[in-house]
Nanobody
Framework: QVQLVESGGGLVQPGGSLRLSCAAS????????MTWYRQTPGKERELVAQ???????NYADSVKGRFTISRDNAKNTVYLEMNSLKPEDTAVYYC???????????????WGQGTLVTVSS
């Protein structure tokens, strides 16, 4: 079975930086799009950044110029580099990936467990 494991969350001061990682493991033939979402109590889940299988990226307006999404296909890992962090960035961040577990098999949606990012002085 395919699993996503996130890491890198924690407490950081406003203006600071943090890098999140999400590694896929298990039965993996290929991975298409990989996406970071976040959710704060009282707010709906929102898309933060996405990178397609071809390397194209998409960002929420609120993080453009501050966050960078990247991937290492050899490691089946996606990263989210977060700079100039603001208190409003505080949220649980979730990783999502489209994974084909076997050759010729359809892509499956897989979610990570989430990692908490707290931006506070």
């Amino acid at each position: 079975q395919v699993q996503l494991v996130e890491s890198g969350g924690g407490l950081v001061q406003p203006g600071g930086s943090l890098r999140l990682s999400c590694a896929a493991s298990g039965s993996i033939f290929s991975i298409n799009a990989m996406t970071w979402y976040r959710q704060t109590p009282g707010k709906e889940r929102e898309l933060v950044a996405q990178i397609t299988g071809g390397g194209s990226t998409n960002y929420a307006d609120s993080v453009k110029g501050r966050f960078t999404i990247s991937r290492d296909n050899a490691k089946n890992t996606v990263y989210l580099e977060m700079n100039s962090l603001k208190p409003e960035d505080t949220a649980v961040y979730y990783c999502n990936a489209e994974v084909a577990p076997h050759q010729g098999y359809r892509y499956l949606e897989v979610w990570g467990q989430g990692t908490l990012v707290t931006v506070s002085s």
